[in-house]
Each structure stands twice: as C-alpha cells, then as structure tokens.
C-alpha cells in the first residue's frame, strides 16, 4: 500500500511540475451579462400585465420587427397556427409577418401571474379577433403562457405558448 502511496505521490509531483500552457476556460451563460450582476428583481402584477398590453400594442403595428423585439434571443415560440417551433428571431419574425396579415388583436378573458427572482408567468385564456382578406372578424378562443426573464434591464418573452381551444367554449365533453 505504502508503495501504492509513494508511486501517486511521485506521479502527482511530475504532472504538477510539468510546464502547462495558461488557458482561461470561461463558462458562458445565455444571460451571463445579467444573471451574475442583477440582483434579485420583480415586478408587481399589474406591471407583468401590462407586457401583454404591450405586446398586444405591437400586433396592431403589424411590424413583425415590432413584436419579435419583445422576444429574447433565446426565446421559443409554440404559434397557435404554426406546427413549428420558432426558436430564433428571425423565425419568431417569419411566423408574426404571416400572422399580422390576419390584423390580430387579443383580449385576456382570465389569466394566473406569477412572479419569482427574474422570471414571471402570465398563463390563462384569450380571444383574438383576426380579419380576413375581406373584412370579415373571426373570434379564436385560446389559451396561452408567457414566461418572462428579465434581461438586460428589460423584461422579454422567454417563452410563449399558444394554442386554440381544444373544446368548443360553453360546451361540456362528453366522455
């Protein structure tokens, strides 16, 4: 054992004393820029609301460029009229420039906030009012989460999920 001991001890010592080039190795965040210098921040309910407003107010812009700035880099988008999960901006933009053509506007019928240290949820139920070509109004009934991260002194769409209604609204399933 004691040889065992000696031989380590010997091996460690040639290994620690042999000439290593310096590297910095450095571990990159997504939100390194903010998570290691931000302390603890949050918002009320009322203020996490209003980024729905605010969003809502960019559709009416109908500028993709308007609504997907309210996304970060890094965020996903789970569409409601998309199979595809937009995970970039110029994809969150592609699918807005798409979905603008209808002139959406939202209403929030009910809605759960939560808010913790940097992050906050607004998931619940809303209505879009979507214009066809021709004027015609059509009311989708769907439900909905934004995740919300607070970055770069900003709070930004982390995560967005939309989805219609999978039952007519009124009307109890029959099992």
Same mark, same amino acid.
């Given at each position: 054992m004691r040889n065992i001991f000696v031989a380590l001890s010997l091996t460690f010592a040639a290994v620690v004393s042999l000439p290593v080039q310096a590297e910095t190795i450095q571990f990159v965040h997504p939100h390194a820029e903010t998570h290691n210098t931000v302390t603890c921040v949050k918002a009320t309910e009322t203020e996490i609301a209003a980024l729905f407003d605010e969003w809502n107010a960019a559709l009416a812009t109908? !500028?993709?460029?308007?609504?997907?700035?309210?996304? @970060? $880099?890094?965020?996903?988008?789970?569409?409601?009229?998309?199979?595809?999960?937009?995970? !970039?901006?110029?994809?969150?933009?592609?699918?807005? @420039? $798409?979905?603008?053509?209808?002139?959406?506007?939202?209403k929030i019928d009910s809605r759960m906030i939560s808010i913790g240290c940097n992050t906050a949820s607004d998931t619940g139920l809303y209505t879009f009012t979507l214009h066809d070509k021709h004027g015609k109004k059509t009311k989708v009934e769907a439900r909905y989460s934004f995740v919300y991260e607070y970055d770069d002194d900003q709070w930004l769409i982390e995560h967005h999920h939309s989805s219609m209604m999978p039952e007519k609204v009124g009307h109890k399933k029959i099992h």
């Amino acid at each position: 054992m004691r040889n065992i001991f000696v031989a380590l001890s010997l091996t460690f010592a040639a290994v620690v004393s042999l000439p290593v080039q310096a590297e910095t190795i450095q571990f990159v965040h997504p939100h390194a820029e903010t998570h290691n210098t931000v302390t603890c921040v949050k918002a009320t309910e009322t203020e996490i609301a209003a980024l729905f407003d605010e969003w809502n107010a960019a559709l009416a812009t109908l !500028n993709p460029e308007n609504v997907s700035s309210l996304y @970060a $880099h890094d965020a996903v988008l789970l569409a409601t009229v998309s199979n595809k999960p937009r995970t !970039n901006h110029a994809e969150i933009e592609d699918y807005f @420039a $798409h979905f603008l053509q209808k002139k959406p506007q939202g209403k929030i019928d009910s809605r759960m906030i939560s808010i913790g240290c940097n992050t906050a949820s607004d998931t619940g139920l809303y209505t879009f009012t979507l214009h066809d070509k021709h004027g015609k109004k059509t009311k989708v009934e769907a439900r909905y989460s934004f995740v919300y991260e607070y970055d770069d002194d900003q709070w930004l769409i982390e995560h967005h999920h939309s989805s219609m209604m999978p039952e007519k609204v009124g009307h109890k399933k029959i099992h």
